[in-house]
């Protein structure tokens, strides 16, 4: 008991000198706090003064690193055979100035070359029932308008009894002729009787001789021939000649010709003529058998062409907007014999909307007109030549069509911009050295994209009067990637103008 008793006082003895202490040292903080107050402050200084060195020192070596880091930027380097297979010539202009603008955005729409209906090509029917017994042209030729195409020979009975009756009925008329002259001439009041028969025999024989011409009409003969063949030169019909169609009145379209005389009857065509026939298609062989009204041939005037457009359900309301206000269309060909180039028809119009909706491809169709043009011809002889117009039939194109206007953007062609997923670059002409042009990688941002041009956004990421290259990005982004390309370490290599 006593042992436990000593215990315990021992105990609270150290623990009352712990307190004791505990309470001696924080009135002693309190003392020194309001006691000496510029301890404190120089204890305060101190800490700041060392966090500013700290700090200092920080920035010092983080410059340091930013410098370290410009002074070994990577470079791409190509050599100038590298450059010429991605489509960049050094002898040529191979990089692009940059320049800040307003952009009108477009939508881009398929568009393909078709015939103008009723216009630009001409179906040659066949006059009569009969027989192919020859043909003048082949695919492709140029046609002079009243020159021969076909021979047709009439094989329908109709045809030949109502000549041989009209030539009768002729014959006829002609007799009828001579005893009215004879009367004529007889005394006054002699066979008074005789005279008004033969004149009524003349009447009948006349009424029956249009009878049996609008019957031959009926059957296909042109009212031209028959005048011609059967009552000018009293011969029978044997064969039809099909002509080339002569130019309308209104000097852009086509009308049918049909002749008995293969002889030609050329008119001289000019270079800047809007209507220049072509034998588009033949339609039968020789000694074929054909009908009245079935095709022989057809004939092409592609003078004024029609493209047609395609759009998706979703672009109709811009189209028919474009549509009401008559907004300029621009219509982009691949260039003859150019592998990119590319010729650009602006000014277009929209002549049409479609009402209907493709079923399956739920898209509809609008349509241009579009005046074409003769490239140079290509020669086969003295005074003969084959057209070649510069817009045919199935040529695609693409039409674009003034949506929004975007401002303070840079506009470069599609092949100047590399993209890989989320990320876009462009490459900077960086200088050259030791003849070789170097290339700077930058991040850019897209705000609009067609299959020609792209806008990027002036985002801080590219700057006016800035040079790329023109095209190759995708290839110049490739050869960074796989190391196929040298780099250059820069550490003093300033740009150069190009």
């Given at each position: 008991m006593n042992k436990t008793n000593t215990h315990d006082s021992g105990r609270v003895s150290r623990v009352g000198v712990s307190f004791l202490f505990l309470l001696s040292f924080l009135v002693g903080c309190v003392f020194m706090y309001f006691a000496f107050p510029w301890a404190t402050e120089a204890l305060h200084d101190h800490d700041e003064s060392h966090s500013e060195a700290h700090e200092h020192e920080h920035d010092h070596e983080h410059e340091h690193e930013h410098e370290q880091e410009h002074e070994h930027e990577e470079l791409l380097g190509l050599s100038v055979q590298a450059l010429a297979n991605i489509g960049l010539y050094v002898e040529e202009e191979y990089t692009l100035e940059l320049s800040a603008q307003d952009y009108v955005a477009t939508t881009v729409f398929p568009g393909v070359v078709s015939y103008k209906p009723g216009r630009s090509l001409v179906d040659i029917p066949s006059p009569v029932d009969g027989v192919v017994t020859k043909i003048y042209a082949e695919e492709g030729d140029l046609l002079y308008p009243g020159a021969p195409l076909f021979e047709v020979q009439p094989t329908h009975k109709e045809i030949a009894s109502c000549q041989l009756e009209l030539l009768s009925l002729l014959q006829k008329s002609d007799v009828l002729e001579s005893e009215r002259q004879r009367l004529g001439n007889l005394e006054a009041g002699i066979a008074p009787k005789s005279q008004r028969e033969i004149q009524l025999q003349i009447q009948e024989n006349n009424a029956s001789i249009e009878a049996q011409k609008q019957s031959l009409r009926f059957l296909g003969v042109p009212l031209k021939v028959i005048e011609e063949t059967l009552i000018q030169n009293r011969e029978l019909l044997t064969t039809l000649i099909v002509r080339t169609p002569t130019v309308t009145e209104d000097g852009r379209s086509l009308a049918i010709n049909?002749?008995?005389?293969?002889?030609?009857?050329?008119?001289?065509?000019?270079?800047?003529?809007?209507?220049?026939?072509?034998?588009?298609?033949?339609?039968?062989?020789?000694?074929?058998?054909?009908?009245?009204?079935?095709?022989?041939?057809?004939?092409?005037?592609?003078?004024?062409?029609?493209?047609?457009?395609?759009?998706?359900?979703?672009?109709?309301?811009?189209?028919?907007?474009?549509?009401?206000?008559?907004?300029?269309?621009?219509?982009?060909?691949?260039?003859?014999?150019?592998?990119?180039?590319?010729?650009?028809?602006?000014?277009?119009?929209?002549?049409?909307?479609?009402?209907?909706?493709d079923e399956t491809s739920h898209t509809f169709s609008f349509f241009i007109e579009l005046d074409n043009y003769l490239l140079?011809?290509?020669?086969?002889?003295?005074?003969?030549?084959?057209p070649n117009w510069r817009f045919k039939p199935g040529q695609r194109c693409d039409l674009e069509a003034p949506t929004t206007t975007l401002s303070n953007v840079f506009v470069v062609p599609t092949s100047a911009v590399a993209q890989d997923g989320i990320e876009s670059f462009v490459y900077?002409?960086?200088?050259?050295?030791?003849?070789?042009?170097?290339?700077?990688?930058?991040?850019?941002?897209?705000?609009?994209?067609?299959?020609?041009?792209?806008?990027?956004?002036?985002?801080?990421?590219?700057?006016?009067?800035?040079?790329?290259?023109?095209?190759?990005?995708?290839?110049?982004?490739?050869?960074?990637?796989?190391?196929?390309?040298?780099?250059?370490?820069?550490c003093s290599c300033g740009d150069h103008e190009h």
């Open positions: 049909v002749g008995s005389s293969p002889a030609v009857e050329n008119t001289p065509l000019s270079r800047d003529a809007r209507v220049v026939p072509i034998l588009e298609k033949l339609s039968v062989e020789k000694g074929q058998t054909v009908s009245l009204g079935s095709s022989l041939c057809a004939v092409s005037n592609l003078s004024t062409v029609t493209i047609e457009g395609r759009g998706f359900e979703s672009d109709i309301g811009a189209l028919n907007a474009a549509f009401g206000s008559q907004s300029p269309i621009k219509a982009k060909f691949r260039a003859p014999g150019a592998g990119t180039e590319v010729d650009t028809i602006e000014g277009l119009t929209i002549r049409s909307v479609s009402n209907r909706l140079e011809p290509e020669s086969r002889g003295e005074g003969v030549y084959k900077e002409y960086a200088g050259e050295e030791d003849g070789m042009p170097l290339w700077r990688r930058r991040s850019v941002s897209i705000a609009r994209q067609t299959t020609r041009e792209i806008a990027l956004r002036n985002d801080g990421s590219l700057s006016s009067g800035m040079r790329i290259a023109k095209s190759g990005a995708f290839q110049l982004y490739m050869a960074e990637n796989s190391g196929e390309g040298k780099l250059q370490s820069s």
